[in-house]
């Protein structure tokens, strides 16, 4: 299990940007003459940051509102101190993951996929073998790309989880992992352009899907959609990150440490 803090200090600024030089306003949502990123590659890139939304001490998780389909990112009524009313153009998806022995080549372990409670397409599943050898990182990794495909599929489907093409604008990913959250918000731009290799020449671990996530979040951009990655501790996280523990318990009790 990977213990994680948030890092809520930082102070850098998300810039909005066209991807051309062109005047031309484009409109979230719309697939046509959309830009190739959202955001101007910059530090602590694709960040959810609440201490800057929400007054100290805010539970954001008490006030935002689930209706069996999304939870949804609360916003604050500013004539009403301590009121919130949902934004339901932009989403919260929990994501979890959990191994029964990090050392060993047999190790089995889950990923979670929370939308909410209640919600029929939450994801609890243990991880196919796929010839990787399973941990508690690469978990995490698989439940992001879980996440990302749910909400792509849910996009250009009609019949998917929900229209949210033209709806929602944000998908917040929320993590207790920080090497996903940091890889996700900094390193994969240097990464990339390092050729995937840390600056010491060493190739970069579990590289396949540190590019598949980079590309489905392109995707998304492309279809009008923010994807952000927000950094919690494990006690935040804890409704997803006791489901990825039970599902494993469940399966592979005698393994269990």
Not at 123 to 141: F, K, N, R
Not at 218 to 224: D, H
Not at 225 to 245: C, G, H, P, T
Request: aromatic share 10%; proline share 5%; hydrophobic share 40%.
């Amino acid at each position: 299990m990977e213990t994680t803090s948030s890092n809520s200090g930082s102070s850098s600024q998300m810039t909005p940007r066209s991807a051309s030089s062109s005047s031309t306003q484009w409109t979230p949502g719309s697939t046509s003459d959309a830009p190739a990123a959202i955001y101007q590659p910059i530090d602590r890139l694709r960040e959810w940051e609440p201490h800057k939304l929400y007054p100290p001490g805010t539970d954001i998780d008490a006030v935002a509102e689930s209706d069996g389909h999304f939870t949804y990112v609360p916003v604050a009524v500013s004539a009403l101190p301590g009121v919130f009313h949902a934004d339901r153009r932009r989403i919260i998806i929990a994501i979890a993951g959990e191994c029964n022995d990090t050392d060993d080549q047999n190790a089995m372990a889950s990923k979670v996929v929370y939308f909410g409670p209640g919600v029929k397409n939450n994801l609890v599943q243990i991880l196919e073998i796929d010839g990787v050898i399973h941990t508690s990182v690469y978990a995490e990794l698989k439940a992001c790309e879980a996440a990302l495909c749910r909400v792509w599929w849910a996009v250009i489907k009609p019949e998917g989880i929900r229209k949210l093409h033209r709806l929602c604008i944000t998908v917040v990913i929320k993590t207790s992992s920080g090497s996903l959250f940091r890889a996700m918000t900094e390193q994969v731009f240097q990464w990339e352009v390092n050729k995937w290799k840390f600056e010491n020449g060493q190739p970069v671990e579990h590289v396949s899907m540190f590019k598949r996530l980079h590309d489905q979040v392109r995707i998304l951009n492309r279809l009008g959609m923010e994807v952000l990655f927000w950094l919690v501790s494990e006690e935040k996280n804890r409704v997803a990150q006791e489901l990825a523990e039970q599902k494993l318990y469940q399966e592979f009790p005698f393994v269990f440490p």
